[in-house]
């Protein structure tokens, strides 16, 4: 599917300068369901607006939120432990409340329904979304900190314990290796939920540099061609409703929490979270 992209600067309540998005769209007339990418820590990198392209390839219009345009304009950080350090620098300054006013500013600008696709600290804002906005879907995938308040967007309490606000569907993809998640914050469960919880075995997904340690060496930038593996992932996002025995030909998962994934309405050109 050919597809369109450009910048756009939306304005958002309280803030002295607009907010810019990085937007993909098809090219033909829609209507075109919403999905915002929440990015990765780096900010809006080539990588990300990829990321978008692709889903605008399946017939959406992506939305790629500045988070950081509180701090300056479109940044884009290199996939380097001094990117990292600078993205933590970003991280301090993204809380509750600005990305509470972000994403109204975009939930008005853009048509619905809305859903939102996450990765790494972008897979935790698309959680938080989650529990705050009627999105019809969410995917996140290897977000980090839900657990703990290591970041504002986890205070005053662990992002998690907020689960009990989703309404809508969410996918949730972490890779069986992915030290973020070790046992104890792997395994529990969010207070008060009333969400369906289903676990399985878990695919392992490639984490980036975002979530690396001082420990652990960084990951150069994922590339833009998807791999093989990653081509797998997408259709898990257009799942209906949690995993079944029918399910069994897709790449496993480690939680699904209340329910699962995008749904397609059987036509590329326009699908429906």
């Given amino acids: ?121 972008g897979g935790h804002l698309a959680y938080y979304a989650a529990t705050r906005f009627p999105l019809a879907a969410v995917a996140t995938f290897y977000p980090g900190w839900l657990t703990d308040d290591t970041i504002p967007l986890g205070r005053p309490t662990p992002t998690v314990d907020l689960t009990p606000g989703i309404k809508g569907r969410l996918l949730f993809l972490v890779g069986d290796g992915d030290h973020l998640f070790t046992p104890p914050s792997s395994t529990r469960s969010p207070p008060d939920s009333t969400a369906s919880t289903t676990t399985s075995s878990s695919t392992p997904t490639p984490r980036t540099a975002s979530s690396a340690t001082s420990a652990t060496p960084i990951a150069p930038p994922q590339p833009t061609t998807p791999s093989p593996a990653s081509r797998n992932y997408w259709p898990i996002t257009w799942a209906s409703g949690p995993p079944k025995a029918s399910s069994a030909k897709r790449p496993p998962i480690r939680r699904c929490v209340s329910a699962s994934g995008w749904r397609s309405s059987g036509s590329a050109g326009s699908p429906s979270p």
């Avoid at 500045?66 to 300054?93: K, M, N, Q, V």
């Avoid at 993204?94 to 600290?121: E, Y």
């Fill in 1 to 121: 599917m050919k597809i369109e992209n450009h910048w756009l600067d939306v304005s958002v309540d309280g803030s002295a300068e607009p907010m810019s998005a990085y937007v993909a769209q098809p090219a033909e007339p829609g209507p075109h369901p919403t999905v915002l990418v929440g990015f990765e820590m780096f900010g809006i990198t080539d990588y990300v607006r990829a990321v978008a392209d692709r889903i605008a390839a399946l017939g959406y219009t992506a939305v790629v939120p500045d988070f950081y345009h509180r701090s300056g304009s479109r940044i884009a950080l290199p996939a380097t432990a001094e990117g990292r350090s600078r993205g933590l620098e970003l991280l301090s300054h993204v809380t509750r409340d600005t990305v509470d006013r972000d994403l109204q500013a975009l939930l008005s600008h853009f048509p619905g329904p809305h859903g939102m696709v996450g990765l790494s600290v």
